[in-house]
């Protein structure tokens, strides 16, 4: 990452609500506050890394707008209201700087089919394959060695990341990010169990993703057995999820890495899942419900609840049982106790 | 999906044990029954959804043969001994129109070893690879960006989808379908402790596919340290499963997403495994045994047993304690009084 | 595999303390103990086993030096310090036919950007990528259908499997492995919660992978949010991995399939980690701790410590906390008899 700011541009990007210090030096990089070198930015996006600010050696750093101390020589703090947004907003000019703008056009070791319709403005990179009847909207951009297979539809401003696959006849709206390896629309796994043997339950619907959705790397979206599996708009899912078929996610959802969801499951909006959180079939999850990560879910929870473990309770229920499990050794040993001492008292009342 | 039956079709598809009411306009569309519009397909698969039955909009539902009431004006009910299984073969005819059978041959833009031997029946689609001495069976068909690796074979009429990969050596039997980004036959994750260093031990056997076997998205399947890792006939696995060198997997096993079995385990024959439940290395689980999702397994577990938790036991156990572990914080209370009732008639009697 | 060596061969490939018996027919594969038959070579590599060697068909056996029994006729055994390591050599010979050293060059059907720089001694196989201000390092390969991205660095002598991908900027050591599908640098999950929406921070940092790394099939590092997601030298990862952004993983650590770590969290050298173990963000592993399969650890743990269980405890105690959770049933029945009990005593001292 190539980065050079100078303490002006800084200051002009985040807007701080003062400042104290100053760094005449430019910034040319981004760092932890305990790993961060003289030339270097940091900041306090976690309370718990307090005590590293003194200590620090970067140049710029961002702080909360209640932090007491005092910079070094040639250290400038910038008091802001949100220092982990305020250097969100510095990432995202490195970020044009670091992913341009692709040309626009179709690289000619690309597979396209005739019939396929590829906005002009849209880029689609080396050896992407677009199949027959599929259409990418204006300005996407198909990086390389992506697959958008038959009658497939691609919104417009979305982007997809090397090898990531769309089968056929699966919908994705505008600005969708699609990181590496991403499958979107395998078939659903259904068998029906004839005569000793699992026969094919055919999947014959498809995968549709709203406006603004993110996709991590290799999670994979199975295709309904009929109608739709559909993931709301704004919803951000991590790396390695799963969704099976005819899943309905609500919009502005967050499911994180390794989360997997059973078939014909409803999130309502908002739902917050932790990683590695496993949740069964035809179950609903009301709206800004959260789960623990690994959590276990079974049966519906109830809107704007928290739960944890498996299967899966009230999150302080659990902590709490958590606690009184670890002492189970000692709660024997209290019943052995008093069985003897009630034995002991039967004996001498005899 | 594009869908056009008209009512006496499906009526044909289905072979009813008996026929209520009348539709008398065209079916293009599958719904779950509470989306259903008119114009469109339902069915009561699962006793849990009764009651959406009379509310449905659908103009054809399939029902099974004891359901009682009666349909709307313009409805038609179909009494069928297993509605999923009927919807099933409807979906199949969709299927073929939605998955037309690819034209015979290979796609110029693959690159095919010179000594590669592919099948005249078979499809090489857009920017595969297949290497040195390859085989590819009667009517398979690898759709695009596959990947079949030296002497690997594939047998007569499977399906590699999008980004399928096949390790050199791999063997794949007749109708195996791999799912996009499925990888066959990667290294197992073998060291020796030599050092300090992780020394790999090298892994030259390989993974052997039966027959009618299906492989769901980015699931990953070792090569065996020597030998073979296998997979038995007909049996199915999800997306995102992991399996280890030298397992062996018997036939028509069930292994839903997630799921991870380390190295040299066996599954006999019918196993079913839930979701993320994970398996330890070298033990056996008995034919016919089930695990429910993210069970923990570690040791042997006996054919035809059904177990749960971590680590797993007995189902019905396992269910026991867990509602007995949500009454924890009330035992510890019972206990707590207990203690003081009985120094509270110490104190008394002395 | 095709495999054939003379019991000479093998004799001095795996120079033993002392041998019994002999045998005079070429050894021309490989199988466990109870598999092998005559003309293979097997090995005691796990006590487990050893009951099965007596019954073994296998024509040469590779056993400890305490092994006391005595072969059949034709049966060569060969007593060696460590039979899995001695296996081992046997299989790297093997290994160095199943997988010769490609030719280097580049294939005509790579598209390779202008600026990139690709050592004359590397191989870039077919349909691979290779962006703009690239750098691949002397006799490394990428095998097929590979990606690297802008400004990526790979080292000298690494090998990336067929569809791996390296995105943008991110750094490979030498002799670094990638096995099929493995994602290098694919975005950070994270998120700003703004009026109702989740706005993507954005991920600028990179991956960077010490030497002698290897990363199984499909998993998933993600680039750090700013400066580095790092693994340290000789660190092995098995398949289906998440590792996220700004996470330190130190050297010589052992993360088994399925391990999911959040984000910041640091690894110290030495870490072992089960399958499916989940990790909280922020937090720090010591030096040479180990976790159990399945295990959830959201807060530090100390060097050397062994641990297990969700959430994870010590190793011993959560043994020992199992198996008192399956006495539970009894043990409300012994609370509930003491309640009795104690019932009755009033009852008949009042």
Known sequence: MQVSFSAQ?????????????????????????????????SFLGNAKYKTEVPGTAASVVLLPPDYAGEPKAGQLFLLVENPSAALARICSRIEQALWPKPAPGI?????????ATVDPTATVGPLCVIESGATIGAGSHLQAQVFVGREARIGAGSWLMPGAIVAAECVLGNRVRLQPGVVIGSDGFGYEFVQGRHEKVPQVGNVEIGDDVEIGANSTLDRARFSRTSIGEGTKIDNL??????????RHCLLCSQVGISGSTTLEDYVVLGGQAGIGGHITLGKGMKAGGQAGITSDVAPGSF????????????????????????????????????????KSSS
Chains 1, 2, 3 share one sequence.
Not at 320 to 331: E, N, S, W, Y
């Open 9 to 41: 541009e800084i200051t002009e990007i985040v807007r701080p609500k003062s400042a104290k210090g100053a760094c005449d030096r430019p910034v040319q990089g981004i760092a932890a506050l305990a790993e961060a070198k003289a030339g270097e930015l």
């Open 107 to 115: 690289h000619p070791s690309a597979a396209v089919a005739a019939d």
């Open 241 to 250: 999820v799963q969704i099976a078929h005819n899943v309905k996610v609500g």
């Open 307 to 346: 739960v944890n473990g498996t299967p899966a309770i009230p999150y302080l229920l659990e902590r709490k049982i958590a606690v009184l499990q670890q002492r189970l050794p000692d709660l024997f040993r209290r019943v052995d106790a008093l069985e003897s001492q009630l034995m002991d008292a039967k």
